[in-house]
């Protein structure tokens, strides 16, 4: 009985493939009043959304309460993603050429935002979709530009506390792609900010240590002035830099940076030192503004790390 229901459902969610546009909106309705109940139909949502995407108003809603509903309520173990379920949907949404979907982005976030767990590799992926959406547009929208952060955000609940070499290359790979376009003035901080969190956390002696002040969600929500209020002043102590250079003549000399800066703190930061700091990254060509953001952010937040990072780098 339930298989000849599921059949049912599944032959009513296909036939919206020869409905009229003026048809689908009622049919999709009925077809979602009870629910998904089985993988083949979930199946058949997603792989019909590069039809409906754009042109059903209800569509990406509803196919993603439907897709959320099966993986986190009807598949066991309940409110949790599972390594198989996540293998299953990424072949799904990977196996579409083209531009990236704003559906399967926004389904992977809620996913990832709903679930009490799930593997790591389903918000890498949404970052890595909203970042080729924004670079195949040409520039970062307001809304991509909060997709990115809750991708960014989504990956600290799976144990990623700071920000990783993959997460800030193609972040800095994005913000190459449209460094010279009308960007939305969220992205520069955003990028300030991820990015910022990567090269602290990778310049620490012992990150763990420093959890709380170091935890990416602390970097995306607090305000100017507050991210590292308890850890000014230690750049110039332990092991700070030797991570960020083999040469421990290199290392120290950015701790005595580091000191000095200390001692000159709330000087404005001149443009000459804002390149030299581009040059001593290898950052090529042109500063965009996000690059500048993050320049300005590190010597306004921390700026014994922002002169020691000048020397270790």
Same mark, same amino acid.
Not at 201 to 230: F, N, Q, S, Y
Not at 282 to 287: A, E, M, Q, S, T
């Given at each position: 009985?339930?298989?000849?229901?599921?059949?049912?459902?599944?032959?009513?969610?296909?036939?919206?493939?020869?409905?009229?546009?003026?048809?689908?909106?009622?049919?999709?309705?009925?077809?979602?009043?009870?629910?998904?109940?089985?993988?083949?139909?979930?199946?058949?949502? *997603?792989?019909? /959304?590069?039809?409906?995407?754009?042109?059903?108003?209800?569509?990406?809603?509803?196919?993603?309460?439907?897709?959320?509903?099966?993986?986190?309520?009807?598949?066991?173990?309940?409110?949790? *993603? /599972? #390594?198989? $379920?996540?293998?299953?949907?990424?072949? =799904?949404?990977?196996?579409?050429?083209? &531009?990236?979907?704003?559906?399967?982005?926004?389904?992977?976030?809620?996913?990832?935002?709903? %679930?009490?767990?799930?593997?790591?590799?389903?918000?890498?992926?949404?970052?890595?979709?909203?970042?080729?959406? *924004?670079?195949? =547009?040409?520039?970062?929208?307001?809304?991509?530009? $909060?997709?990115?952060?809750?991708?960014?955000?989504?990956?600290?609940?799976? @144990?990623? =506390?700071?920000?990783?070499?993959?997460?800030?290359? =193609?972040?800095?790979?994005?913000?190459?792609?449209?460094?010279? %376009?009308?960007?939305?003035?969220?992205?520069?901080?955003?990028?300030?900010? /991820?990015? @910022?969190?990567?090269?602290?956390?990778?310049?620490?002696?012992?990150?763990?240590?420093?959890?709380?002040?170091?935890?990416?969600? $602390?970097?995306?929500?607090?305000? $100017?002035?507050?991210?590292?209020?308890?850890?000014?002043?230690?750049?110039?102590?332990?092991?700070?830099?030797?991570?960020? /250079?083999? #040469?421990?003549?290199?290392?120290?000399?950015?701790?005595?940076?580091?000191?000095?800066?200390?001692?000159? %703190?709330?000087?404005?930061?001149?443009? @000459? &030192?804002?390149?030299?700091?581009?040059?001593?990254?290898?950052?090529?060509?042109?500063?965009?503004?996000?690059?500048?953001?993050?320049?300005?952010?590190?010597?306004?937040?921390?700026?014994?790390?922002?002169? @020691?990072?000048?020397?270790?780098?």
């Amino acid at each position: 009985m339930a298989d000849t229901q599921a059949s049912n459902v599944l032959t009513r969610i296909q036939r919206l493939e020869q409905a009229s546009r003026d048809e689908v909106e009622t049919r999709i309705a009925d077809v979602f009043r009870d629910g998904v109940v089985v993988r083949a139909e979930a199946e058949a949502l *997603i792989q019909l /959304t590069p039809r409906y995407t754009g042109n059903v108003p209800s569509w990406n809603a509803r196919m993603i309460e439907a897709v959320c509903d099966y993986l986190l309520e009807q598949e066991s173990p309940h409110r949790w *993603i /599972t #390594d198989s $379920e996540a293998d299953w949907l990424i072949a =799904l949404i990977m196996a579409r050429p083209g &531009e990236s979907l704003i559906a399967d982005i926004d389904l992977l976030l809620t996913l990832v935002r709903k %679930a009490e767990g799930a593997p790591p590799r389903l918000g890498l992926l949404a970052l890595e979709l909203v970042c080729k959406r *924004i670079m195949t =547009l040409g520039q970062a929208l307001e809304e991509d530009v $909060e997709r990115v952060r809750s991708a960014v955000y989504a990956q600290s609940s799976e @144990g990623g =506390l700071w920000v990783t070499r993959k997460e800030a290359n =193609l972040l800095f790979q994005t913000n190459d792609a449209i460094a010279k %376009a009308d960007n939305a003035s969220a992205w520069n901080d955003l990028f300030a900010r /991820t990015i @910022g969190n990567h090269l602290l956390a990778a310049a620490h002696p012992d990150p763990i240590t420093e959890m709380d002040a170091l935890a990416r969600e $602390e970097w995306l929500k607090r305000p $100017e002035g507050g991210v590292l209020r308890h850890l000014a002043g230690v750049f110039s102590s332990g092991k700070w830099f030797d991570r960020l /250079t083999y #040469d421990p003549k290199k290392a120290a000399a950015a701790r005595q940076a580091a000191k000095d800066a200390a001692i000159r %703190a709330g000087k404005d930061v001149t443009a @000459g &030192e804002s390149d030299w700091f581009l040059q001593r990254l290898r950052w090529d060509g042109d500063v965009s503004p996000a690059e500048r953001a993050l320049i300005d952010f590190l010597k306004r937040e921390a700026p014994g790390f922002a002169n @020691g990072l000048f020397v270790a780098a």
